[in-house]
């Protein structure tokens, strides 16, 4: 699986914009601001049909345009693939696979697969458990598509229990108004900490694993899915049924994988409260290529890798680790702001500048 050219109008900080890309590792390179992550941005919107940056994808519309359009040619599945989205704000996204219209973007999904890396990814050991089951649960979805819903008909039903419980606490209607909702919550629940637990249970040998390719602790690498829900509906309904006076006077459910983390430690510690800038980076890092791993295993390709400033905080050894390791994976995108950053020469270097991509010889 590859992209080879990205083409895009009036996406962000470009009028027109046309990219090619070698089929291991391209780098690209600029000042900031110069239209790098952007880039990178538009790879991701043309295979998945959304943003990795922002949920307003308003913003992605170049200033003074009223729509965007990327189209993105590769190969998938050893077939010469193009697909193409269109976006005008407040409207439905067109989306094209070679030339035939899509519903939606999940028809990218089943040709493309693409992993992303932003700075914003550091939130995953930086802030609160959320961020981290929000990535599980998307994982979930790219890696076990069955459970792919399981996340947001949980969500869904939580968000009807909370507000049942202020109408409860209220007087407006009896406690027996929650029962239906209850319900939901045990079998949504409970299914959702299986697939969560089964996912990190396949990703934590692979994250030991990617820990020590990039110059950490192998052996005191751990990925562990942090739960005090019960993995079956009917536990989970009794958990329910003994907190509901509780959850009644406080309008907010006390139980249920709503509250559950994910812990990545190594050598004991929790890489959030004591990893360097360095180590944080190299675990998430090694998290996303040992999900990369396993959606390689699943689709028979490896996923394109996409790197938005990703050799900052790196000292020299880990950046050399990591482009040995993202070059044994497949294709990679990787920008960076100072060529002096990269250790080893890329296949194809890109230049950008006031929104325009160059290409120059590879080191040069």
């Known amino acids: 699986?590859?992209?080879?050219?990205?083409?895009?109008?009036?996406?962000?900080?470009?009028?027109?914009?046309?990219?090619?890309?070698?089929?291991?590792?391209?780098?690209?390179?600029?000042?900031?601001?110069?239209?790098?992550?952007?880039?990178?941005?538009?790879?991701?919107?043309?295979?998945?049909?959304?943003?990795?940056?922002?949920?307003?994808?308003?913003?992605?519309?170049?200033?003074?345009?009223?729509?965007?359009?990327?189209?993105?040619?590769?190969?998938?599945?050893?077939?010469?693939?193009?697909?193409?989205?269109?976006?005008?704000?407040?409207?439905?996204?067109?989306?094209?696979?070679?030339?035939?219209?899509?519903?939606?973007?999940?028809?990218?999904?089943?040709?493309?697969?693409?992993?992303?890396?932003?700075?914003?990814?550091?939130?995953?050991?930086?802030?609160?458990?959320?961020?981290?089951?929000?990535?599980?649960?998307?994982?979930?979805?790219?890696?076990?598509?069955g459970y792919g819903r399981t996340a947001t008909d949980y969500g869904r039903a939580l968000a009807h229990r909370g507000a049942l419980l202020r109408r409860v606490r209220a007087g407006v209607v009896t406690a027996a108004a929650l029962d239906p909702w209850d319900e939901q919550l045990a079998v949504t629940g409970a299914e959702l900490v299986r697939a969560r637990q089964a996912?990190?249970?396949?990703?934590?040998?692979?994250?030991?694993?990617?820990?020590?390719?990039?110059?950490?602790?192998?052996?005191?690498?751990?990925?562990?899915?942090?739960?005090?829900?019960?993995?079956?509906?009917?536990?989970?309904?009794?958990?329910?049924?003994?907190?509901?006076?509780?959850?009644?006077?406080?309008?907010?459910?006390?139980?249920?994988p709503h509250l559950d983390d994910v812990s990545l430690s190594e050598r004991a510690r929790e890489v959030r409260d004591f990893g360097s800038q360095g180590e944080q980076r190299t675990a998430v890092l090694a998290l996303l290529l040992a999900e990369a791993d396993l959606l390689g295993e699943a689709r028979g390709a490896p996923p394109i890798l996409l790197l938005d400033d990703v050799l900052s905080e790196l000292d020299e050894e880990r950046r050399t680790l990591l482009l040995e390791a993202v070059r044994a994976h497949g294709q990679t995108v990787l920008t960076t702001a100072d060529p002096r950053d990269l250790p080893v020469a890329p296949d194809r270097l890109l230049t950008v500048s006031d929104g325009v991509v160059r290409a120059a010889p590879a080191g040069g």
């Open 199 to 256: 996912l990190v249970e396949r990703l934590a040998p692979r994250f030991r694993d990617r820990v020590g390719r990039l110059g950490g602790a192998r052996e005191d690498a751990v990925l562990r899915y942090a739960t005090g829900s019960p993995d079956s509906a009917a536990a989970l309904r009794e958990a329910l049924r003994e907190r509901r006076a509780r959850d009644v006077e406080r309008a907010v459910t006390g139980v249920g």
């Open 1 to 145: 699986m590859r992209v080879e050219r990205v083409r895009a109008v009036s996406f962000r900080c470009y009028d027109r914009l046309e990219a090619d890309f070698d089929p291991a590792l391209t780098a690209v390179v600029g000042r900031n601001g110069a239209g790098k992550t952007s880039l990178v941005e538009a790879v991701h919107f043309g295979c998945a049909g959304y943003s990795p940056r922002t949920t307003q994808e308003a913003r992605c519309v170049r200033a003074g345009a009223e729509l965007l359009r990327v189209e993105i040619d590769g190969v998938a599945v050893g077939e010469p693939l193009r697909t193409a989205v269109g976006f005008r704000p407040g409207e439905p996204k067109r989306i094209t696979v070679d030339g035939a219209p899509a519903r939606s973007v999940e028809a990218l999904a089943r040709r493309w697969a693409c992993l992303v890396f932003t700075p914003d990814h550091l939130a995953l050991v930086k802030r609160a458990p959320a961020v981290r089951r929000a990535y599980l649960d998307r994982a979930l979805g790219r890696l076990l598509p």
